[in-house]
């Protein structure tokens, strides 16, 4: 006899194009962002008598040397540190601020203007209100205080019973490292969860390798391998869960 399969139990969801829109990939301040951001960070670093501090010294100390770390993510499969790049600038400048007020002030621009995913607020409130356990698993390129603001900004970290970051896990998807760890804090099995993403490269390809099922939401990430269920909108996702809840449980009494 085949063994009976177990109900749905909780839910796993990315951050970045699922409940929040960053506007681009990477979920770091670009362009006018990044520009606006670093002269708040050289306003913040400049005092009378201090060495002289202008963008390429930001370059040279900070974001160059950082970024050379981050072109190889995919390949370390864990994220770029920026504590040792910090350490430097702050020598330089002679200055004592934190790791996070120094990062906070160059990514504040850019974080005014990240948007929730539409749908998605009242997809996890329903999913929280019906009792389903949440956990968010997402790479993130910087320290996790950073999004968890994002989060509370945005109505969303009242419903997450476990949050699991890449920055501070130091492993990153495609690696199931933190599907694992989002697993335990639950108290789930593998195959009693659903990973919610919107990269078949990363959440499909994690899911697959964590031995959880994987709900792809529609993106322009469209390699990699096949997802079991697929969502236009994450307005979608609660009739999903309730289905997969249901037809567990039905199965399971037949």
């Not at 962002?33 to 100390?61: F, I, N, S, T």
């Not at 603001?149 to 419903?159: E, I, T």
């Not at 476990?162 to 099995?189: F, Q």
């Not at 697959?208 to 096949?226: I, K, N, Y």
Request: net charge positive; glycine share 8%.
């Amino acid at each position: 006899m085949a063994p009976r399969p177990r109900p749905l139990r909780a839910v796993l969801l990315d951050m970045g194009g699922v409940l929040l829109d960053f506007g681009n990939a990477e979920g770091l301040p670009v362009g006018r962002h990044d520009w606006r951001g670093r002269e708040a960070l050289l306003v913040l670093l400049r005092r009378p008598g201090g060495p002289p501090l202008e963008q390429r010294h930001l370059d040279e100390l900070l974001f160059d040397p950082w970024k050379r770390e981050h072109a190889r993510r995919y390949e370390r499969v864990r994220e770029a540190d920026w504590r040792p790049h910090l350490v430097r600038l702050r020598r330089y400048a002679r200055r004592r601020f934190s790791d996070r007020r120094l990062l906070a002030t160059w990514f504040a621009p850019f974080a005014e203007t990240v948007t929730p995913v539409p749908e998605a607020q009242a997809a996890v409130a329903a999913l929280a209100a019906a009792g389903v356990p949440l956990a968010l698993v997402s790479n993130i390129p910087l320290p996790s205080p950073l999004y968890r603001d994002l989060l509370a900004r945005h109505g969303y970290l009242p419903a997450f019973r476990h949050l699991v970051w890449s920055y501070d896990e130091g492993s990153r998807k495609p690696s199931p490292a933190m599907l694992h760890t989002a697993l335990a804090a639950l108290g789930v099995a593998p195959e009693e969860a659903l990973m919610v993403g919107d990269r078949r490269s990363a959440d499909v390809v994690a899911g697959r390798a964590a031995g959880v099922p994987t709900a792809w939401l529609r993106s322009a990430d469209a390699t990699g391998p096949e997802p079991d269920h697929r969502l236009d909108s994450m307005a979608e996702l609660p009739p999903l869960v309730a289905r997969l809840r249901r037809g567990a449980t039905a199965r399971a009494r037949g």
